[in-house]
C-alpha cells in the first residue's frame, strides 16, 4: 500500500496539474521500485481528502505549527532538513540507535 504522504503529495501535484493547465488528469502512479506500482485515482473523494489535509495543515497553522514525529530514528538521521531542524536529535542518540 502507498504511504499516505506519497499519496497526498501525488493529490496534490494532480490538484496543481488541474488548476495551471484546466485539464484534470483522472489519475496518477506512485512507484516503488520495479515490482510495486500503484494508480492513485484524481476523482471527487481524491479532492476531499486533499482539501480534509488542507484544512488540517490549516488548523495547525493556526494553532502555531505542527511538532515533528520522532519515533523513527532513522527517518530522522536521514532527512533533508535536518540541519535547519530544532527537533532534531542528537548524533549519539542517531548513531546509537542502530536502525
Known sequence: KPHDSHRMQLLAYLHLVETTTGRASPY?????GEEAVFQIQWDEAARRDLEAELMEVRRLI???????NHER???CA?????????QRLDVSQVSSSGY
Not at 28 to 32: A, D, E, M, N
Request: hydrophobic share 15%; proline share 0%.
Open 28 to 32: 496518477g502512479v506512485l512507484r516503488y
Open 62 to 68: 493556526r494553532e502555531g505549527g505542527a511538532k515533528r
Open 73 to 75: 530514528v532513522g527517518k
Open 78 to 86: 536521514s532527512c533533508s532538513r535536518r540541519h535547519g531542524c530544532d
